[in-house]
């Protein structure tokens, strides 16, 4: 790949980066702020949302398209499933091989290059189902 010329790697969106990367989470921009904060006291919430966004352009994090009113962001760029709770909103990495058949089967129907795919999973997280099982009895 080029080097793109656009990437100016900020202490701002360095910091950001690394702080995603190292959770499994899936933040929104809210809680990624209240993570930035610790490490830069003086970032302010449109920086870091900005940033996000940018570094989603760029490729380098992954801006879920998931339900929820809240986008979610991810340090993972690699193809990967989710599985998001239909009461909480969290999610989760499913670990399994991403399916590329399917991307060929796609790619047989359409004009469209298809570049990747995603695919999320929905369900009810342990906490939910514990939460849900406590309300039943
Ligand atoms: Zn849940
Ligand atoms: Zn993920």
Not at 20 to 30: E, F, I, M, Q, R
Not at 33 to 44: D, E, F, N, W
Not at 87 to 115: N, S, W, Y
Request: with cysteine; charged share 30%.
């Amino acid at each position: 790949m080029d080097t793109n010329p656009k990437i100016r790697m900020t202490k701002q969106r360095q910091v950001i980066l690394e702080e995603l990367c190292k959770v499994t989470s899936h933040p929104t921009a809210d809680e990624m702020y209240q993570m930035i904060r610790k490490r830069l006291p003086k970032v302010s919430l449109g920086t870091v949302y900005r940033n996000l966004e940018i570094l989603s352009e760029l490729g380098m994090v992954l801006k879920l398209d998931v339900g929820g009113t809240q986008k979610r962001f991810d340090g993972n760029v690699e193809n990967h499933y989710h599985v998001r709770c239909t009461e909480c909103g969290r999610v989760g990495d499913l670990h399994m091989p991403t399916d590329k058949e399917i991307e060929q089967k796609a790619q047989a129907l359409t004009d469209f290059q298809i570049k990747r795919h995603s695919v999320e999973f929905i369900g009810v997280c342990p906490e939910c189902r514990e939460a849900g099982n406590r309300r039943v009895s």
